[in-house]
Structure formats: structure tokens, C-alpha cells
């Protein structure tokens, strides 16, 4: 075990003096898990969707533009007119809103269809719509039996009674089917399996073909060492390589990002541990089977990038076919994201990612296997 270990922290050490290191480790991971995290955000929490809507507001009274502050507070996600291609429905307020009301006549408001839209997004716009209607129905009641004047209603008055707590208050939230990973929860677990294995593949693979070009591995074998202690010590020295970067991404994601990692701390980081294993076995698998450098890193790159877009890296599978679970379930990364995904998105339990962790410890010990048995010096 000392030999295996004393393996790892000196290839860990020459890491450290490697610059192009830091680069591909810290800089540009962070990078795209910035710009990733806000192209896929979406608008709002995604446990509660908010579809667009125009609002065509015609009264150019004080109860069009309190009704719109009520649509507001319920998380209505209000567009311009000029954006009216994008949006899912259209709530029109007729000119004769506030005259209507104060006449003590009904007033409709028209809610209007927009041919590509989802009856799913109309539907819940229509419910907060429903929302907003009894709430500002009912803080008119509440303006108008606050005094005993009989005064005719107010933008005064109206927006006290808005602005008093209310009474009553109903939480409701969207239950059944888990929300699709969006924002830095889906950018930082898939840009860091996504570089975490292309960094182990490559600085495994190259430094091994390297370092047989060299005879460095030549050297090492007079030693009293066995082949398989050398094979292990050089996927250790990737593993604590590996451990680095998801300290410091773990450590970014949960107080410069706020990813939701919370309880599900250890879980998450002993998915990483176990994915980083594996690309550390595959790396030395790979510079074990491949000579050339070049070529190595060439295959390295390629085959993390494959397995980083069919396994859920680049986009949510829950978006996707049902063929390309299919194929991500093929994967080591297509497991470590459903692992993660549980565990930060989904707020599943520990529990839940026994399955995905008992796959890629199979993945591991497989490339463990091969690695030891393909290793040439």
C-alpha cells in the first residue's frame, strides 16, 4: 500500500508543476459552468414552471395596472406586447376595466390562445390567471367594507388593502413528475463529470505513454514493485489529481453558485470519488493499449466528449428520447449524472443512488482489471 501511495503523491506532485494543468482542471470547467448555468436556466424555479405570457393591457386607469402587479405576485412571467411571438398565452384587459368596476358592472378580462403553445403551459397560466382574479376581487371587497363612508374606491385605499397581510395563505406547488435539472444544479454536476473524466483520461493516458517512451516505467520495474502495485499507484496518482478538482468545484458550486448540495454532501462527493476511479482506470487503460501521445490524447478526447453528450452532460436526458437514456445507461457518465441529478435536483435520498454506484463500481473494476492485465512498460 506504502508503494501504491508514494506512487500517486509524487504523480500528484508533478501535476502541481504542470500549468496547462490549472487550465483544463479549474479555468475553463469554471468557465462553462458559468455560461452553461445561465443558458439553461429558464425562466424561475424549475420545481414551478413560469411560461410566458403577454399582457395586452388597453385600461390606462389605476385598476389595469394594480391588476398587473396582482398577476405579478402570482409568479406570473409577464412579456412585453412586442414579444408576443414567444409567449404562451395573451391576457387582454378591455379599456373599460376600471370604469366597469367602479359602475359596479362586470368586467372580462379575455384570455386568448396562441396557436404553439402546450396545453400544458395555457393550463397553468390559466390557474394563476384564476388566482389573481379572486385576490384582486378580494382586496376590492376588503377596500370597500374597510370604510363606513361609502366613498367610491380609491388607487388609495385599494393598494392599503394589497398592502395588508393576508388573513389566509395557501402554498401550492406542482406535484408527480420531477423537474428538469436547470441552472447551475444542472451545469455544475455536468460540466464537472464532464472534465473530470476528459482530464483523467487525457493526463492518465499521455503521462503513461509518455512515461514508457521515456523509460520511466522501465526504471520503475527494477524496483521491487510488482506490475500491478505500479498500475494501481498510477491510477491513484489520477484519483487524488481527480480529488482536487472536486473539492474545489464542490466548494464553488455551494457558496458562489448555491447549487442545492445540503445534506446530500457526502452522497454527491462519493459519486465523484467513485467516477473518478473509473476515468482513472480507463486512462490507464488507455495509455496502457496506445503508444503514441498524440494519438492518445486525440482518442482520450473524442471518446470523453462522446460520453459526455450521450450521457446527460450537455443537456438534460429527461429532454431527450427515450433512446438516448437507453444509450445513457451504457455509460459511466450517464450514471454519475443520474446519481447527481437525485441527489442535488430531484432532493432524493441516499438511497436512491445505491444502483448508479453499484454500476460504476462495476465500470471501475472492469477497467481496473483491464488495466492491470493490457499494462506493458
Not at 408576443?84 to 373599460?96: D, F, H, K, Q, Y
Not at 458562489?256 to 452522497?267: D, E, S
Not at 433512446?323 to 447527481?340: S, V
Request: with cysteine; charged share 15%; proline share 5%.
Amino acid at each position: 500500500m506504502k508503494r501504491i501511495l508514494d506512487i500517486g503523491v509524487n504523480d500528484l506532485r508533478l501535476f502541481t508543476k504542470s500549468r496547462s494543468a490549472y487550465i483544463w482542471f479549474f479555468i475553463v470547467p469554471l468557465v462553462f459552468v458559468y455560461f452553461m448555468g445561465f443558458a439553461n436556466r429558464g425562466p424561475g424555479d424549475p420545481y414551478n414552471r413560469r411560461p410566458p405570457v403577454v399582457i395586452d393591457n388597453q385600461d390606462t386607469n389605476f385598476l389595469g395596472r394594480l391588476f398587473l402587479d396582482e398577476l405579478s405576485a402570482q409568479n406570473m412571467w409577464l412579456l412585453s406586447p412586442t414579444n408576443r411571438e414567444s409567449a404562451a398565452r395573451v391576457i387582454a384587459i378591455p379599456s373599460n376595466f376600471t370604469g366597469n368596476v367602479l359602475r359596479q358592472k362586470q368586467a372580462r378580462v379575455q384570455f386568448l390562445r396562441h396557436d404553439s403553445s402546450e396545453e400544458a403551459d395555457a393550463a397553468i397560466i390559466e390557474i394563476r390567471l384564476v388566482r389573481a382574479l379572486i385576490a384582486m376581487n378580494g382586496h376590492i371587497l376588503a377596500a370597500a367594507t374597510g370604510t363606513n363612508s361609502g366613498e367610491t374606491l380609491t388607487e388609495a385605499n385599494l393598494r392599503g388593502a394589497m398592502a395588508k397581510p393576508a388573513a389566509v395563505e395557501l402554498h401550492a406547488w406542482f406535484a408527480g413528475r420531477k423537474p428538469v435539472p436547470s441552472g447551475f444544479n444542472f451545469s455544475l454536476p455536468g460540466n464537472l463529470v464532464m472534465y473530470l473524466v476528459m482530464n483523467l483520461l487525457i493526463f492518465g493516458g499521455a503521462t503513461l505513454a509518455a512515461e514508457r517512451r521515456n523509460g520511466v516505467i522501465r526504471r520503475l520495474m527494477v524496483h521491487p514493485i510488482t506490475r500491478l502495485e505500479l498500475v494501481m499507484g498510477k491510477i491513484c496518482g489520477l484519483m487524488l489529481a481527480g480529488i482536487v478538482q472536486i473539492i474545489f468545484f464542490l466548494a464553488v458550486g455551494r457558496f458562489v453558485f448555491h447549487v442545492n448540495l445540503g445534506a446530500n454532501l457526502p452522497g454527491v462527493t462519493l459519486t465523484l470519488l467513485v467516477l473518478a476511479w473509473v476515468a482513472g482506470s480507463l486512462g490507464v487503460l488507455i495509455g496502457s493499449l496506445i503508444t503514441s501521445e498524440d494519438r492518445v490524447a486525440g482518442i482520450c478526447i473524442l471518446s470523453s466528449l462522446l460520453m459526455a453528450a450521450l450521457g446527460g452532460c450537455w443537456w438534460p436526458l429527461e429532454i431527450g428520447p427515450p433512446m438516448l437514456k437507453t444509450i445513457a445507461l451504457c455509460l459511466p457518465t450517464g450514471w454519475a449524472m443520474q446519481a447527481l441529478h437525485q441527489l442535488i435536483s430531484f432532493g432524493s435520498g441516499f438511497g436512491a443512488v445505491l444502483l448508479p454506484l453499484a454500476v460504476l463500481a462495476a465500470f471501475g473494476a472492469a477497467a481496473n482489471f483491464l488495466a492491470a492485465r493490457c499494462f506493458r512498460s
